[in-house]
């Protein structure tokens, strides 16, 4: 059963929180704001009190909470809490929709999948890439997957949050997006930490060298399009040049550093995965190559 909002914003219904950390509370006081019946449950029962002071409702324990709502938002700290939690609720979760959106790995989620359909629920995994602040703002992204029929019934209600992406049945996609994206976050910033590092021990100015690297950035997608092409069709071109060039301008890049004492281990495995690629008879090949190597 749904209910129209006083401002005719659209469908609203009953909807549980289960957690309520930053995030949490965040997600659950989004869905205040736009006239959820919302239940909120938290371990810390102090913490739903400025939830309740917004009209949300607070429940004691979290399987009264889970039994208020056909639609059950999880949002712990991990898995393991997840795990408790759920134990917890085991016998209120009988048609239900769970849609989980604690940070864990895609096992975990499909794991996940498997104790929510055995026990008559439906589940969807979900990851949040953003800051609880800017919760029900487009620019933060919630990718899902797992059961299509619920996500596409409570798509309009999950995309309040912000903006959603649906990447399949497989309960455990999500995470492999979220695990991807947070992963290539940081190892473009740990590489852009160690090059500051580089700049500022020759005397550059960090801020300067920044603003010219944010403008030459423009040239990346269409580079990384054809990356992906090239590994998915294993016919390597000379993207950046052939390894044979590429190399030796590695063994520069790896004096450079070291006479400067910056950290070049990350160039000198590069370096090595070159090596090698040349040394096998591919050394016309571009760096996407390198791909090949890369199994553990």
């Given amino acids: 059963m749904t209910k129209t909002t006083p401002t005719g ?5 009953r909807v549980t929180v ?12 989004t869905f205040v704001e ?4 919302t239940t909120v449950w938290n371990r810390t029962a102090s913490k739903s009190a400025p939830l309740v002071d917004a009209g ?12 208020a709502s056909p639609l059950v938002v999880i949002c712990l700290l991990d898995g393991a809490a997840v795990d408790e939690v759920l134990a917890a ?3 209120a979760v009988a048609g239900k929709v769970l849609v989980n959106v604690t940070s864990g790995s895609p096992a975990q989620a499909r794991a996940n999948e498997r104790w929510a359909g055995e026990r008559g629920a439906e ?3 979900g990851k949040v890439m953003g800051d609880p602040p800017d919760v029900g703002k487009p620019h933060v992204r919630f990718p899902f997957s797992g059961s299509r029929a619920a996500y596409e019934a409570h798509e309009p209600t999950l995309r309040l949050l912000g903006g959603i992406a649906y990447h399949g049945e497989d309960a455990g996609a999500a995470a492999v997006e979220f695990m991807a994206q947070v992963a290539m976050g940081f190892e473009m910033l740990i590489g852009f930490l160690h090059t500051l590092k580089l700049v500022r ?3 550059g100015d960090v801020a300067a060298f920044t603003e010219r690297f944010a403008d030459s950035l423009s040239g990346y ?6 990356m992906a092409d090239a590994i998915k069709t294993g016919e390597y071109g000379p993207d950046l040049g052939s390894l044979n060039v590429q190399a030796a301008l590695m063994d520069d890049l790896i004096s450079h550093r070291e006479s400067v004492g910056v950290e070049a281990v990350r160039m000198r495995e590069v370096k090595t995965l070159m090596d090698h690629r040349i040394a096998t008879g591919h050394g016309e090949q571009g760096f996407s190559s390198l791909f090949e190597l890369l199994t553990k």
Avoid: K, N, Q, W
Avoid at 9 to 13: D, N, S
Avoid at 56 to 67: F, L, R, S
Avoid at 221 to 226: I, K, Q
């Fill in 89 to 91: 609720v085991e016998g």
């Fill in 201 to 203: 021990a020759e005397g």
């Fill in 221 to 226: 997608p269409p580079l990384l399009t054809s």
């Fill in 123 to 125: 589940y969807i995994d």
């Fill in 9 to 13: 914003e659209g469908p609203t219904g």
């Fill in 18 to 29: 289960l957690g309520l950390g930053d995030m949490g509370s965040a997600i659950a006081r």
């Fill in 56 to 67: 949300a409702t607070a429940a004691e324990t979290a399987a009264g909470a889970v039994a």
């Fill in 34 to 37: 736009h006239g959820f019946d």
